[in-house]
């Protein structure tokens, strides 16, 4: 009888179409447009959620965000609070000393941003000035590597841009597609800032985050960006959150 019902329900699921699918929870520092920031309505929106929406659709598993701030992001996933951290992480030797990364999703470029009025063309042209950037960054690393800068850490790259844009730091240093969203797009601030160059910092690329050795949680997200990448829906987020 037991059998009859298990087999049942089977099918009762079958029918409707209902399955079984793992969940992956995503961990994302939500204050960096356009990649992930929370909207009017308070939504997570931005490139990198699309993205990984379309990625969990094409590999077959459910994804659900949750809001961390970046100083602790990587000490959740080690503890466990989620499976994975999409959040504008670049691929680097160091960070895969102690976790592994999905298959790189977006290839991304450091940038200067600085007031209009600014003659600095170059990094080392801000010798001597202060330059801020998110702490943790690559954007960061940069400017600690710079002898003579004055580098002053933020726990969100709007608060560094805020300052800029104030008129209380020289500068400041990000991921291109965040400079270009704060000084090209931002209605009060393009007035006033400018990207002043793009930094030599190598290939450098997004990757999404696991526990090191969590193969499962990882094979999925594989699984889900190659297919995004195929079929060419990285181009149309592209279009939709940073232009052409």
């Known amino acids: ?27 994302t520092d939500a204050t960096w447009p356009p990649m992930e920031f ?3 309505d308070k939504e997570i929106v931005g490139f990198d ?14 994804v659900e965000f949750k809001s961390v701030a970046w100083d602790g992001i990587f ?3 080690e503890a466990g609070k989620y499976d994975a951290v999409c959040s504008s992480v670049t691929i680097t030797e160091e960070r895969k000393k102690t976790m592994d ?24 042209e801000m010798t001597g000035k202060t330059v801020g950037a998110q702490i943790g960054t690559t954007g960061y690393f940069a400017i600690k590597e710079m002898e003579g800068i004055v580098a002053k850490s933020y726990d969100e790259i709007g608060l560094a841009m805020e300052d ?12 291109d597609p965040v400079a270009a969203q704060y000084a090209l797009q931002r209605e009060d601030y ?12 190598g290939d450098e690329y997004y990757g999404v985050a696991v526990k090191k050795g969590n193969t499962e949680v990882l094979d999925l ?18 279009a939709k959150w940073i232009g052409q």
């Open 190 to 201: 393009k007035a006033k800032l400018k990207i002043a160059a793009v930094l030599d910092t």
């Open 38 to 40: 929370v909207n009017a």
């Open 49 to 62: 959620i699309d993205y990984m929406k379309a990625a969990a659709k094409e590999g077959g598993y459910q």
């Open 164 to 175: 800029l844009f104030n008129g209380r730091i020289d500068g400041v240093v990000c991921d």
């Open 75 to 77: 000490g959740g996933l």
């Open 221 to 238: 997200i594989n699984k889900g960006i190659q297919a995004v990448e195929e079929k060419g829906l990285a181009n149309e987020f592209r």
């Open 101 to 124: 990364f999905s298959m790189p999703y977006f290839k991304v470029r450091q940038a200067l941003v600085v007031p209009k009025e600014s003659n600095a063309t170059t990094l080392e």
């Open 1 to 27: 009888m037991i059998r009859k019902i298990v087999s049942g329900l089977l099918g009762v699921l079958l029918i409707t179409g209902f399955a079984w699918a793992r969940t992956v929870v995503i961990a």
